[in-house]
């Protein structure tokens, strides 16, 4: 973990906080599913203990990463400042373990209810959070950390 060499207080001025796109790709994939289901299962797979399976897999690495950030002391809301650059625990394999975890938490969804609709609402979330967060997170931290910033990404991936 490093520290900002200066201390102003910023952000990185996200169009949207992630927990709330999140939560609008699944209701709209649930109306969208209530409206007219698109199931892509075959009946004999165990859908729900699947979907569990993936869900939690998704939010285990979103808790993981979640954890890591406190134990920096450095602020998970993208409307705080980040007070430091992380480096260890899943931050050590992408820059952006919580967002994959709700990538991930949207397939567990997609599988336990078997739609379509859901794993179709993975691309406009995924636009949303590339574009409206990710991009002005990486654009912010550079102004913030400058070459401390830039080493880390060329170290660490972006997703996987």
Do not use: C
Not at 45 to 68: K, Q, S
Not at 98 to 122: H, Q
Request: charged share 20%; proline share 6%.
């Amino acid at each position: 973990m490093n520290e900002a060499n200066d201390s102003f207080r910023d952000n990185s001025g996200a169009v949207v906080r992630p927990p709330i796109a999140w939560v609008l790709a699944v209701v709209a994939g649930i109306v969208f599913d209530a409206v007219f289901p698109l199931p892509f299962l075959s009946p004999d797979v165990p859908a729900g203990w699947l979907g569990a399976i993936v869900f939690l897999a998704g939010l285990a690495m979103l808790i993981w990463a979640a954890a890591t950030f406190r134990r920096a002391g450095t602020h998970i809301q993208t409307v705080e400042p980040t007070t430091k650059i992380v480096e260890d625990g899943p931050y050590r394999y992408s820059r952006n373990p919580i967002y994959i975890g709700m990538f991930v938490g949207l397939i567990g969804l997609a599988l336990a209810f078997d739609s379509l609709w859901l794993l179709f609402m993975l691309v406009p979330f995924y636009f949303v959070i590339r574009y409206g967060v990710v991009a002005r997170e990486e654009a912010y931290l550079e102004r913030k950390f400058g070459d401390l910033y830039r080493a880390y990404k060329t170290r660490v991936r972006r997703w996987l």
